[in-house]
């Protein structure tokens, strides 16, 4: 997926930016790396060491990159199949929903 595909899906005022700033404070066990920018490349650069970690750990699970270190969208592009309800979404974990005296 690409940063911008993301905060499309949170909807409005969220973007690209936003995405790439949650993603890397996102806690250990997140696949950050599998989110590229729209290019098709990698955004890391100065943000992780080693600098080519995202790249090689895409590599390692089969993305292919070429001499611009870009990958190919058209093939490697991941797009989530629509819901038949669609659920709101939120960068926040879920807490509960019933509000005071018991009721949703």
Same mark, same amino acid.
């Given at each position: 997926?690409? /940063?911008g *595909?993301? !905060? %499309?899906l949170?909807g409005? =005022? /969220?973007t @690209?930016?936003?995405v790439?700033f949650?993603m890397? @404070? $996102? #806690? %250990?066990?997140?696949?950050?790396?599998r989110? &590229?920018? !729209?290019? =098709?490349?990698?955004s890391?650069?100065?943000? &992780?060491?080693?600098h080519?970690k *995202?790249q090689?750990?895409? %590599?390692s %699970? =089969?993305v &292919?990159?070429?001499?611009?270190s870009?990958?190919d969208? *058209?093939?490697?592009?991941?797009? #989530? +199949? $629509?819901r038949?309800?669609? *659920? +709101? &979404?939120?960068l /926040?974990?879920?807490? $509960?929903?019933?509000? +005071? =005296?018991?009721?949703?």
């Open positions: 997926m690409t /940063y *595909q993301i !905060a %499309e949170l409005e =005022g /969220y @690209a930016r936003t790439g949650v890397h @404070a $996102s #806690p %250990e066990g997140t696949p950050w790396h989110v &590229v920018n !729209a290019q =098709g490349g990698c890391t650069l100065n943000l &992780v060491l080693p080519d *995202q090689r750990l895409l %590599e %699970e =089969g &292919v990159f070429d001499n611009r870009r990958c969208l *058209q093939t490697f592009l991941w797009i #989530p +199949k $629509s038949s309800h669609p *659920q +709101k &979404v939120t /926040y974990k879920r807490g $509960s929903t019933k509000l +005071k =005296g018991g009721k949703q």
